[in-house]
């Protein structure tokens, strides 16, 4: 086994998105890339024990680098941490290499949320969906990570009988969103673990915004042998608010306390992005070290990723968010874009101030009543002022 490029999912691990298309993990290229997915053509196993899973493995044993895990080989070389360098820490236990089995399911089954976060597309959320078409419909400039998904806005997988037949010997079950919470097939899926005594050798993860939570979910999360929720929050006070609508902070804080009453493991995912980058450390105070600064989900390049954000404002950021292992990379990637210390293109800025305008049309607001001062002052001398 070559440690620089084995991955211990391909070997137990088995993701498949709500539009019926699989990968070897959510970090693996998708569907719009020229590496191939798998479709409704296949099965979860069928896709599992196919051609190029096969190829994956070997290639990880042999000391290739596949390019289905391009993004996990580029975040390596930038900071020496990855999704693979975590799930090898995680899961070895359950990974035997010999004998390649799905063990651990990771299902996005619908795009069904009560969300609509700035960061986010149509395929995360079906409220997106809706906003982007009445945004169309308004004549005004669609958000570019509100283009190019679903045609319907409610999009859901076809494979829940399939899902259970392979319960039995499945070890870690994952749903993501959309909002597990909130959607039925996901508890379909719960109902039959629960009913059959599976759920009693099944860690249950849920990656959720923690909204809709409520005493009868939280019960039945109880009959799992260990729970995980993964919780997504992307700012602190106003800056929560202006990202993560319609929700508000304090009643998320809300949610949270009464999620601490039960027996379950949570941490919490924030995406760094222009909007919350000068917040982030605040967010840190009050999560502690339990917070993961996620680097690896949001690309580079369109109006709200991090090189588009002024050098001191990042150098801000770096100075007051606390080293730890959940955040590395994110701090190697803000320090080589502090190094590099190239000003954004205008079209970029242009596409920026645009895009806010959108939004704050859309839901009647504005920018500067939530953002931090810094942020402010960078997207008014960008073009964007308030009469």
Not at 277 to 283: F, G, P, Q, R, S
Not at 331 to 339: A, G, T, V, W
Request: net charge negative; proline share 4%; aromatic share 10%.
């Amino acid at each position: 086994m070559t440690k620089d490029t084995y991955c211990t999912l391909p070997f137990i691990h088995s993701h498949m998105s709500a539009g019926g298309t699989f990968k070897p993990c959510c970090n693996a290229y998708g569907s719009n890339s020229k590496h191939t997915t798998r479709n409704s053509d296949y099965t979860l196993e069928s896709w599992f024990d196919g051609s190029e899973m096969q190829q994956l493995r070997q290639d990880m044993l042999e000391g290739r680098r596949n390019d289905l895990c391009t993004r996990c080989w580029q975040d390596e070389d930038r900071s020496g941490h990855s999704i693979r360098t975590r799930m090898n820490q995680k899961y070895a236990s359950i990974t035997d290499v010999d004998r390649p089995q799905i063990k651990y399911l990771d299902l996005k089954l619908t795009n069904q949320c009560n969300l609509q976060c700035m960061m986010c597309s149509p395929s995360d959320s079906n409220r997106i969906g809706d906003e982007a078409q009445q945004m169309q419909q308004q004549g005004l400039p669609v958000p570019v990570n509100y283009t190019g998904g679903p045609t319907d806005t409610l999009i859901k997988s076809p494979s829940i009988d399939e899902i259970n037949q392979l319960l039995p010997q499945v070890k870690v079950l994952k749903f993501t969103g959309g909002e597990p919470a909130i959607q039925p097939e996901v508890l379909t899926v719960l109902d039959t673990a629960i009913s059959n005594g599976y759920s009693k050798q099944i860690e249950l993860n849920l990656t959720t915004n923690a909204t809709k939570f409520n005493k009868r979910l939280l019960d039945k999360l109880s009959e799992f042998a260990r729970v995980k929720l993964n919780i997504s929050v992307d700012g602190y006070g106003t800056v929560y608010d202006y990202i993560r609508y319609p929700f508000i902070w304090d009643k998320w804080l809300a949610r949270i306390d009464e999620i601490k009453q039960y027996d379950i493991q949570c941490s919490y995912t924030a995406v760094p992005q222009l909007l919350n980058i000068e917040n982030l450390h605040l967010l840190q105070q009050e999560l502690g070290e339990d917070l993961y600064l996620n680097n690896y989900i949001h690309p580079d390049g369109i109006w709200n990723s991090l090189d588009i954000v002024p050098k001191h404002i990042l150098q801000y950021a770096v100075d007051r968010i606390v080293l730890n292992d959940n955040n590395k990379t994110l701090i190697n990637y803000i320090k080589q874009l502090i190094d590099k210390g190239e000003p954004a293109y205008k079209d970029r800025l242009d596409n920026m101030v645009t895009t806010l305008k959108t939004f704050d049309t859309m839901r009647n607001r504005c920018y500067n009543e939530y953002l931090e001062a810094q942020t402010v002052e960078f997207i008014e001398q960008s073009g964007y002022t308030v009469v």
